[in-house]
């Protein structure tokens, strides 16, 4: 199944109903059904995503998920700091 959310537009987002700058954001499991979905006893067809919820309008939207970039964690094996020590006896 291809998902098609926009990207996680991160904690100043914009609503896209009232231009409202500030949004909750909820993680949604795959099948999870959606805040404002109707309630029903099958499974959401909706993907692992994360949920935003306008704080001043209630909209609600979703947004694909936002993994962390692993940059600016230096991997001790190649830091130059690690790399100029020398090695242990
Ligand atoms: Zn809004």
Redesign the pocket.
Known sequence: MADTLPPFSGDTTT??????TQ?VTRHKAAGEPGSRDPITFGRSPKGERLERE??????VWDEALNPPVEEGEPDSAESPYFANLPDQP
């Open positions: 609503c896209p109903k009232c231009s409202h949004a306008c704080w001043r309008c209630d909209f």
